[in-house]
T-cell receptor, first 112, second 111 residues
Framework: DAGVIQSPRHEVTEMGQEVTLRCKPI?????LFWYRQTMMRGLELLIY????????DSGMPEDRFSAKMPNASFSTLKIQPSEPRDSAVYFC??????????FGEGSRLTVL | GENVEQHPSTLSVQEGDSAVIKCTYS??????FPWYKQELGKRPQLIID?????GEKKDQRIAVTLNKTAKHFSLHITETQPEDSAVYFC??????????FGKGTRLHILP
């Protein structure tokens, strides 16, 4: 397996624009997580899914953030409208229950 | 919800010396405690984990200890080497699914 695949790797956008980050988990993994990493806050859990169903979205900072998992092999994290404080590295990770988290390479977002 | 505190935020040790990173957690129901290492510009990767039925676990130069009564756990790296320089994250989980991370410790190994 190629591992968790995220796109884009880098995104630079202007404040107010919509941003969509994409993730393909490892085949067979039934958990998918979205984390945000910043220097100040470390790795924050935004939302996670089990069998494509959102289980806990309490970490989603605002209504501007939304996430979907329409099938077992694809998830999106959308920010609309984006703000400069959303600048961060966004990681997607997948796992089996109780197993190791396998992270993607991350999407570095810069909002100007 | 679970809250994980990690100290120190930065740690510098001479090559060959030991490094210790400490974490505390808030939810007594947590039962799984993994540690991840993130090298510069890379993704976090699991290096060791421990479950609440075990007090200590070792893997070569790395060991983790758990004190459930005090709700704290620690990572110990012995005989540190340059390749140990990285950011280390501790984490806690209640049900093996929702994993909450500490803010990380940046470890510098000095020549």
């Amino acid at each position: 397996d190629a591992g968790v695949i995220q796109s884009p790797r880098h995104e630079v956008t202007e404040m107010g624009q919509e941003v969509t980050l994409r993730c393909k988990p490892i085949s067979g993994h039934d958990y998918l997580f979205w984390y945000r990493q910043t220097m100040m806050r470390g790795l924050e859990l935004l939302i996670y899914f089990n069998n494509n169903v959102p289980i806990d979205d309490s970490g989603m900072p605002e209504d501007r953030f939304s996430a979907k998992m329409p099938n077992a092999s694809f998830s999106t994290l959308k920010i609309q409208p984006s703000e400069p404080r959303d600048s961060a590295v966004y990681f997607c990770a997948s796992s089996l229950l109780g197993g190791e988290l396998f992270f993607g390479e991350g999407s570095r977002l810069t909002v100007l | 919800g679970e809250n994980v505190e990690q100290h120190p935020s930065t740690l510098s040790v001479q090559e060959g010396d030991s490094a210790v990173i400490k974490c505390t957690y808030s939810d007594s129901a947590s039962n799984y405690f993994p540690w991840y290492k993130q090298e510069l510009g890379k993704r976090p990767q699991l290096i060791i984990d421990i479950r609440s039925n075990v007090g200590e676990k070792k893997d070569q130069r790395i060991a983790v200890t758990l004190n459930k009564t005090a709700k704290h756990f620690s990572l110990h790296i012995t005989e540190t080497q340059p390749e140990d320089s990285a950011v280390y994250f501790c984490a806690a989980s209640q049900r093996d699914d929702k994993i909450i991370f500490g803010k990380g410790t940046r470890l510098h190994i000095l020549p």
